[in-house]
């Protein structure tokens, strides 16, 4: 139990529920259907949270790729936020076949 509780406030996981989790773990039965409807819950919102933090990864590995590119343009005038393929030659092609191809 101490594990797990370790691991969800290692995810940001709120102190209410890391309370609420380890009530119904401690006084639930294994039959408790109130028990499966929170765990459930709690699965849904680690799905939620591993999707969000796949979609972080993905910015910042294109975030990375521009980086890595914008390094060989001589001058760079501007900020990251202002790139765009229309407007910046730093970009170059950052598809994802070529970023993971120059790691």
């Not at 409807?37 to 999707?51: F, N, P, S, T």
Request: glycine content about 4%; some cysteine; proline content about 2%.
């Amino acid at each position: 139990m101490l594990e797990l509780v370790r691991r969800a406030r290692a995810l940001d996981m709120g102190l209410p529920e890391v309370k609420e989790l380890v009530h119904w773990a401690s006084t639930g039965t294994c039959d408790d259907l109130r028990l499966h409807e929170v765990l459930h819950r709690k699965l849904e919102d680690v799905d939620q949270r591993i999707a969000a933090l796949e979609h972080l990864r993905q910015d910042l590995q294109r975030l990375e790729g521009h980086l890595t590119t914008s390094q060989k343009e001589a001058i760079a005038d501007h900020t990251v936020l202002e790139c765009s393929p229309e407007t910046c030659n730093c970009l170059g092609d950052t598809t994802e076949d070529k970023i993971k191809t120059e790691r």
